[in-house]
């Protein structure tokens, strides 16, 4: 019998010049059971990326790419992927790096776990069983203490909350205000994982061996882990004016539409 999720899942896999990955990395995405469709979010990497996409989605209709017009961040990246995958109605919504620091072939865990009655899987480096390759002692003390942090100072049950490779069910998108998400990088995730558990959703974690990208320019910085600490200064501390700010922000980027649209 066929489990729940066959032909409920999209796999969304933000891109900038990930040439040398892509082609494998659908191949192995579309080899699993289940038929799990793959939206590559191509932010018009300089390598050619989005052109060589287009040309796997012209030979399987499982494939499909949205182009944006440049390098517009992680966190909007999985927006547009969720928007997508909302409005054509799979029930399974999951993401992952397009660099083989997840493995395709642990995604039937994350949907199994996710069909079983979770809201929110996160395929986890710090469970029982799970593991990092490939990173010196600084990336990995930096990275294990913000998801300390997380865990101390916002109450986050997941242990690895800044963590890429996840599955939400369409409920957990269709609730989130996903506009009131404040952050674009890589603490867009951490910031999820607390907006999903705030929520009163159910979220657990499988063990994954994440390994450092072999092929390419890695797309973390320090600066975006320095980023996940600010996240976490945010969300922790209420009594400063962060909802101000972005409120100010958001009339801010009403106003600049509206401008454009009075220069049409």
Not at 219 to 228: D, G, L, P, Q, V
Request: positive net charge.
């Amino acid at each position: 019998m066929a489990a729940d999720w066959h032909g409920q899942a999209l796999m969304i896999v933000p891109t900038y010049n990930e040439k040398e990955n892509i082609a494998r990395l659908l191949g192995r995405l579309r080899a699993l059971p289940g038929d799990v469709h793959v939206l590559v979010v191509d932010d018009n990497s300089p390598d050619g990326t989005g052109g060589l996409v287009d040309e796997l989605a012209a030979a399987d209709a499982g494939i499909r790419v949205l182009h944006r017009a440049g390098k517009l961040g992680l966190g909007t990246a999985y927006k547009a992927g969720f928007a997508y995958g909302l409005e054509r109605s799979y029930r399974y919504l999951c993401t992952m790096d397009a660099d083989f620091s997840h493995s395709p072939e642990s995604l039937p865990d994350l949907l199994g776990k996710a069909s079983s009655g979770y809201d929110l899987v996160v395929g986890s480096r710090y469970v029982p069983g799970g593991a990092v390759e490939g990173w010196p002692t600084s990336r990995k003390v930096l990275s294990s203490g913000a998801n300390l942090l997380a865990h101390l100072l916002l109450g986050v049950t997941v242990r690895d909350c800044t963590a890429g490779f996840r599955c939400y069910q369409r409920q957990v998108l269709e609730t989130i205000d996903l506009d009131a998400i404040f952050s674009s990088g890589y603490s867009f995730l951490m910031e999820m994982a607390f907006h999903v558990q705030r929520a009163g959703f159910r979220c657990g974690e499988v063990p994954i061996t994440f390994v450092n990208r072999a092929e390419g320019d890695s797309k973390i910085s320090k600066t975006e882990i320095y980023k996940a600490f600010y996240t976490l200064l945010r969300l922790r501390t209420r009594a400063l004016p962060w909802e101000w700010v972005v409120g100010k922000m958001k009339a801010r980027k009403r106003n600049g539409v509206e401008m454009g649209r009075l220069g049409d």
